[in-house]
């Protein structure tokens, strides 16, 4: 179950040079343009402009400042780490739009996003009110659902990249307890648990569907070739690079070998 993919859909929105530019890499623009803003204002001292910004479940739910739901991951104050979250997003992303399509990645986006707030706010009718800003845990999901999309992807001196999402996130989630930080050890499990679920759904390992009647069998002939000249043999070695190295290892050749492939393999469904 992958949806909302085809060709134009996981095409690059346009190139800068020789480099693709995706939805991912105009969100990191757009972080990376509020970091330097944000700077700004705490330099101009206006605090109260970052106040009415970041999320706040008493703000949110007193003064229905509803916006604080999206503005909270815009508000980055300059920080190191904050090239990691970019990095984060830009590479992975683009490993995930070029999967899923890039209409996934933007739901995916979005749930990553409002779901934290949702949840505070909810606790904050409970009586547990919490303030949160940044998008930290944000990007950190992007990352767990490219690693759910390939778990084995040697990176970061070829270790694979669950070992690597799993590290990080126990580092991170002790780094929270220890210093009392609970709303962002909240934040953190529920967008990498959210990245997680909604990876595994939309490829269809969580698909709930009503029985349906057995079907009929039918016999289908060997297949040797996918398309005209394609072979299997290449598009398993293409797989398998995939599965070892991500989408972006791919050259161009090997891209549209595997796209053609894809195509033709569909028209031929359809006609049986």
Do not use: C
């Not at 700077?39 to 109260?48: D, I, Q, T, V, Y």
């Not at 996934?104 to 934290?116: E, I």
């Not at 930080?181 to 967008?191: A, G, K, P, R």
């Not at 997680?196 to 289908?220: E, M, T, Y």
């Amino acid at each position: 179950m992958i949806a909302d993919r085809n060709s134009g859909n996981t095409s690059p929105l346009t190139w800068v040079g020789s480099f693709p530019v995706y939805a991912s890499t105009v969100l990191a623009a757009a972080h990376a343009a509020t970091m330097v803003l944000t700077a700004l204002a705490m330099a101009a001292g206006a605090e109260a402009l970052i106040q009415s910004l970041q999320f706040s479940s008493r703000a949110v739910l007193e003064n229905f400042a509803a916006w604080q739901v999206v503005t909270y991951a815009f508000v980055h104050p300059p920080q190191i780490l904050f090239l990691l979250e970019i990095y984060l997003l830009v590479v992975f992303g683009r490993e995930i739009e070029g999967f899923l399509g890039r209409n996934a990645f933007l739901k995916l986006y979005a749930a990553l996003l409002l779901l934290p707030p949702l949840v505070l706010a909810l606790l904050g009718l409970a009586g547990f009110p919490s303030i949160y800003m940044g998008s930290s845990a944000l990007h950190f999901g992007v990352f767990i659902a490219f690693a759910t999309l390939y778990p084995t992807a040697q990176i970061f001196f070829s270790i694979q990249a669950r070992w690597i999402a799993l590290a990080l996130f126990a580092i991170s989630a002790l780094q929270y307890l220890a210093y009392s930080m609970q709303t962002s050890l909240l934040v953190l499990v529920l967008d990498s648990a959210a990245a997680f679920s909604a990876i595994q759904f939309l490829r269809g390992n969580w698909a709930f569907a009503l029985p349906r009647k057995r079907p009929h069998l039918r016999v289908v002939e060997p297949m040797h070739e996918v398309g005209r000249g394609v072979s299997l043999t290449t598009i398993d070695s293409i797989l398998d690079k995939i599965s070892k190295s991500g989408m972006g290892s791919l050259t161009s050749k090997e891209r549209a070998q595997l796209e053609k492939a894809r195509e033709e393999l569909i028209a031929k469904d359809r006609n049986l």
